[in-house]
C-alpha cells in the first residue's frame, strides 16, 4: 500500500488542525451531525488534515477518539508534521504532553495537560505508523502542508509504515552534505557569535545565513517534510515562530498551482478576525493576507486551507481571554463547499476556481 491513498466515495467533512483541543473537536462532531460513534445519517465520512496533537490540553483524548473512528472505518486521516515528529522521537515546542524532555519548558506555556500512559503511547504510535501522506480521488485532493507532483510521486512509490525510515533517510542526506559544504561549520562560527538559545523569543539574533541555508535545505530534499510543513526558501529577517527563531520564509505554492483538481490543506493558521502573528507565536509572513477568510485561494481558485488556528487556544488562555471567541477548529464539507466551527455556527466559501467548479460537476 502507497503512501498516497484513495479517499472513500461519497460526502466528506474534512476537518483542520486539532492541537489537543478535544472539547473542539468533540463540539464539531456534534455540529456535523455525528453521533458518539462516528455515525451520520447521511453516510458522511470524516477526514482529519493532520496535526492532532501538541499545545492543546489533551493531545492523548484527541487521538484515542481519532483512532477510534479511523479503525470503525468512519474517518481516514493523513499525517502531519507535528505527528511526523512523533513517530521519529524528535521534541519540538509543545510536545511536552509526550515527550519527557520537553515537560519543563512546555510547563510554562502549555499546562495543564494530560499525558499519556504506557499502553497509551503503544496505540498512538501504532495509529500513526499506518496513516498515509495524502488522499486524492477524482474531484479532490487532501494533504496536510503542500501537494507537488515531485514530491506526491515521489511518495507514491513508497509503502505504508515506511514514514519514519524514508524521513530519516532524507535528513542523513540533509546532514551529509551539510558537512561536505562545511556548512556545520559555518553555522558553529554562527552560533558562537550569538550565544543566545534559539528557542528565546525575548532575543531576536542577527540573520544567521548558514543557518537559513542550513534550514532550505532540510526542507526542500525531503519529500515528506515538504509535504507535510510546505514549500520553503531562505528568508531574509529571522522570525519567531514554532517556539524558535527561523531564517527561512513560507513560500504561498498554492499561486503556482495550476491542476484542475481541487486541493485542501491545513497547517497554515488562518484566521477569521484579523490578529497580530507575532503574538500567536507566529512571526512569519501571512500567506492569506489580502484573502477572505471563507475563500478559496490559489491561482486557480481551488485551494483551501481548513486550519482556523484552534492551535492557539492555549495563547489565549494564558492571558486570561476567552479562546473559542478568536480561534476555530473548522470542517469543509465536500462537495457543499461549506465550513462548520465548532461553535456552531455555518459558512459558504467563496471564489471557488471556474476549472474546479467544472472538475467538482
Known amino acids: 500500500m502507497s503512501l498516497i491513498q484513495t479517499l472513500p466515495a461519497g460526502p466528506l467533512d474534512i476537518i483542520g488542525d486539532i492541537h489537543g483541543e478535544l472539547q473542539a473537536l468533540q463540539d464539531l462532531l456534534a455540529h456535523l451531525g455525528y453521533d458518539a460513534d462516528g455515525r451520520h445519517p447521511q453516510q458522511r465520512t470524516i477526514v482529519f488534515v493532520g496535526d492532532f496533537c501538541d499545545r492543546g490540553p489533551d493531545s ?4 484515542a477518539l481519532a483512532q477510534r473512528l479511523i479503525e470503525s472505518g468512519r474517518a481516514v486521516a493523513v499525517l502531519g508534521n ?21 515537560v519543563e519548558r512546555d510547563n510554562l506555556k502549555y499546562s495543564p495537560y494530560l499525558r499519556p ?12 505508523a499506518k496513516l498515509p501522506i495524502a488522499l486524492e480521488r477524482d474531484d479532490l485532493r487532501v494533504v496536510h502542508a503542500a501537494w507537488q507532483p515531485e514530491q506526491i510521486a515521489m511518495a507514491r512509490a513508497l509503502q505504508m509504515g ?13 546532514a551529509r552534505k551539510a558537512v561536505q559544504s562545511h556548512l556545520k561549520d559555518r553555522m558553529r562560527e554562527e552560533r558562537v557569535l550569538w550565544p543566545h538559545d534559539l528557542e528565546d523569543g525575548e532575543h531576536k539574533p542577527p540573520f544567521l545565513g548558514a543557518h537559513a541555508e542550513n534550514e532550505s535545505n532540510k526542507q526542500m530534499l525531503n519529500p515528506l517534510k515538504v509535504l507535510t510543513s510546505g514549500v520553503e526558501r531562505q528568508g531574509v529577517d529571522p522570525f519567531y515562530a514554532g517556539g524558535k527563531w527561523r531564517f527561512v520564509e513560507r513560500v504561498a505554492w498554492w499561486d503556482a498551482y495550476t491542476d484542475a483538481i481541487p486541493v485542501v490543506v491545513g497547517h497554515y493558521w488562518r484566521r477569521i478576525h484579523p490578529a497580530s502573528l507575532a503574538k500567536l507565536g507566529k512571526g512569519d509572513r501571512d500567506l492569506f493576507a489580502g484573502v477572505s477568510p471563507y475563500a478559496w485561494h ?20 494564558l492571558k486570561g481571554d476567552e479562546p473559542e471567541r478568536e480561534f476555530k477548529l473548522a470542517a469543509l464539507r465536500w462537495p457543499e463547499r461549506q465550513l462548520q466551527f465548532d461553535d456552531g455556527s455555518v459558512h459558504a466559501t467563496t471564489h471557488f476556481g471556474e476549472k474546479a ?3 467538482a460537476a
Open 60 to 63: 492523548p483524548g484527541v487521538l
Open 82 to 102: 507535528h505527528e511526523i515528529n512523533l513517530l521519529r522521537e524528535d521534541p519540538k515546542d509543545g510536545s511536552g504532553w509526550y515527550f519527557d524532555e520537553r
Open 117 to 128: 500512559d504506557g499502553p497509551q503511547r503503544e496505540e498512538i504510535v501504532s495509529l500513526l
Open 162 to 174: 515506511t514514514v519514519r525510515r524514508e524521513y530519516d533517510h532524507w535528513e542523513d542526506e540533509a
Open 298 to 317: 490559489g491561482r486557480q481558485g481551488n485551494v483551501f486551507c481548513v486550519d482556523y488556528s484552534v492551535g492557539a487556544r492555549w495563547s489565549a488562555r
Open 357 to 359: 467548479l467544472q472538475r
